[in-house]
């Protein structure tokens, strides 16, 4: 064999080395794009949960799971709609007397239950949103309840109950400063 065939033969090597190293990145970057897509779509779906996610008990849930809760959220509209928001211990006294309150609530009839989400407002368009109080669970789970302050009634899903005492009393005092 001539040296002039050994160039073209080892020229024509080199350029199939180069060719199927450019291919195998190729597919390798497509492989890669292909699981980052699918990485993305597993960890981006609505079903995904995170141990930070709270979950709302169900609306037939006894009263009295009140008393496990570690923390209250108090939500209460000011003269413009606008809602103030108050994060209360368990711990303190008026917090312990607002969920006692709550807990020893009776059920009202279904007509007066009905008349809560007209009362409250629903947060819609043009309407005021409701005060609410919602009860956290050391297990994440929640108790939310829509409050009638004037007229000291509570209500979740097609109940509603009257609170024991004042409602409106005994919420300024666990969103009072503290003690």
Do not use: C, H
Not at 17 to 41: K, Y
């Amino acid at each position: 064999m001539s040296r002039k065939w050994i160039i073209i033969i080892a020229v024509l090597v080199i350029g199939l080395i180069i060719a199927i190293t450019v291919v195998a990145i190729l597919l390798d970057r497509e492989r890669d794009e292909a699981r980052r897509a699918a990485a993305i779509a597993a960890t981006s779906t609505t079903g995904v949960t995170s141990p930070y996610d709270f979950v709302e008990l169900p609306a037939d849930i006894d009263l009295d799971v009140v008393e496990e809760a570690s923390f209250v959220s108090i939500l209460i509209p000011n003269e413009d709609g606008e809602l103030t928001s108050y994060g209360i211990s368990t711990g303190l006294a008026a917090a312990q007397v607002l969920s006692e309150a709550i807990r020893d609530a009776e059920e009202v009839d279904a007509e007066t239950a009905a008349t809560m989400t007209g009362a409250g407002g629903t947060g819609g368009a043009g309407s005021p949103a409701p005060a609410t109080i919602t009860f956290v669970l050391p297990t994440r789970e929640i108790l939310t309840f829509v409050a009638d302050l004037d007229r000291g009634l509570i209500a979740r899903g097609d109940k509603a109950w009257r609170v024991d005492g004042d409602l409106r009393a005994l919420v300024d005092a666990a969103t009072a400063s503290p003690e």
